[in-house]
């Protein structure tokens, strides 16, 4: 039977890979919440030691490619923020929350995202 909801949190894999599936087991009107991992949607290149991502650019590059990577499979944004806890390793993650309905949708603001974020939770280091 068709999903209402999915929740993904995934490691070691990046959601380009996994939103496509994930769409196929929703209903028409489904909806997905997506724990978003910079440091398995950015290249290797940017990810620092012990696995941390924590270039703000590198940070906003990620939520860029999420709202394409929503779009491209029909999905509208309905939220997209920042997570109030760091990764075990002190990564710097975001929530992205989309659905297949018709309704409208955001244009996130990702820069606004990234500096709200780092403003958060960088504090103290």
Not at 74 to 88: D, M, N, Q, Y
Request: glycine share 10%.
């Amino acid at each position: 039977e068709p999903l209402d909801l999915s929740v993904v949190d995934v490691s070691f894999i990046s959601l380009k890979i996994v939103l496509p599936a994930i769409k196929a087991l929703l209903k028409p009107t489904g909806q997905v919440l997506c724990l978003i991992k910079p440091q398995f949607e950015a290249g290797k290149e940017k990810v620092g030691k012990k696995g941390v991502v924590r270039e703000p650019a590198t940070h906003k590059a990620v939520l860029d490619g999420f709202v394409a990577l929503a779009d491209s499979l029909g999905f509208r944004i309905l939220g997209l923020t920042f997570s109030p806890v760091k990764g075990p390793e002190g990564n710097i993650e975001f929530l992205g929350h989309l659905s297949l309905a018709d309704v409208s949708g955001i244009r996130p603001d990702t820069a606004a995202v990234v500096e709200q974020a780092h403003r958060t939770l960088d504090k103290g280091e």
